[in-house]
């Protein structure tokens, strides 16, 4: 059974660096087509890709964010890390990491955390 | 960036409609396409990909299809726990990118 639980903190001020952890079992970042990403969802708004990492450590990030986003795994803990500098008010959302879909060549998420709400305000 | 537009951005059904769902692409994704369902304070639910292929435990009820730059999410007979919002997603080309999604509401 696949699960995702998305951790951090519920509140960072401006300019700070949010650090999100993806804790997940079931799956291994080392299988081959394994990849886990990250979505956000600000308060009424619709999801936004942020950044997804393979089990071959290729990295792909959302160009209009990609100078803030770094997105890293550590396969011992079974984690995905993604970090987030300069915050601003307008980054406050949900935010969701998911299991990369197996078995097909397009990049979708067929298992999701609960998603964790960040503020961002000072 | 591919600019994904949903049609219409709610719909106000009755149980047992037929609901039709429009996706749009800024440019063609061949056959990667896929929906999610939202349900209010839950994370989105993978119901179809690759245009038409129904994920693992999805009812028949919904069904997809399209190519290149039009699709479409059907639920031939609307039921109770489909009242939800529905996102469509492309999964071309990066930055993978999300439709702004569609609202079922009860009519």
């Known amino acids: 059974q696949i699960t995702l639980k998305e951790s951090g903190p519920t509140l960072v001020k401006p300019t700070q660096t949010l650090t999100l952890t993806c804790t997940f079992s079931?799956?291994?970042?080392?299988?081959?087509?394994?990849?886990v990403g990250w979505i956000r969802q600000p308060p009424g708004k619709a999801l936004e890709w942020l950044a997804l990492i393979y089990w071959d450590d290729d990295r792909r990030y959302s160009p209009s964010l990609k100078n803030r986003l770094t997105i890293t795994k550590d396969t011992s803990k079974s984690q995905v890390v993604l970090t987030m500098t300069i915050m601003d008010p307008v980054d406050t959302a949900t935010y969701y990491c998911?299991?990369?879909?197996?078995?097909?060549?397009?990049?979708?998420?067929?298992?999701w955390g609960q998603g964790t709400l960040v503020t961002v305000s000072s | 960036d591919i600019q994904m537009t949903q049609s219409p951005s709610s719909v106000s059904a009755s149980v047992g409609d037929r609901v039709t769902i429009t996706c749009r692409a800024g440019q063609g994704v061949s056959s990667w396409l896929a929906w999610y369902q939202q349900k209010p304070g839950k994370a989105p639910k993978l119901l179809i990909y690759?245009?038409?292929s129904l994920q693992s435990g999805v009812p028949s009820r919904f069904s997809g299809s399209g190519s290149g730059t039009d699709f479409t999410l059907t639920i031939s007979t609307l039921q109770p726990e489909d009242f939800a919002t529905y996102y469509c997603?492309?999964?071309?080309?990066?930055?993978?990118?999300f439709g702004g999604g569609t609202k079922v509401d009860i009519k």
């Open positions: 690759a245009t038409s």
């Open positions: 998911a299991h990369r879909r197996l078995d097909t060549a397009m990049d979708t998420f067929d298992y």
């Open positions: 997603q492309q999964g071309n080309s990066f930055p993978l990118t």
């Open positions: 079931g799956f291994s970042l080392t299988t081959t087509g394994v990849g």
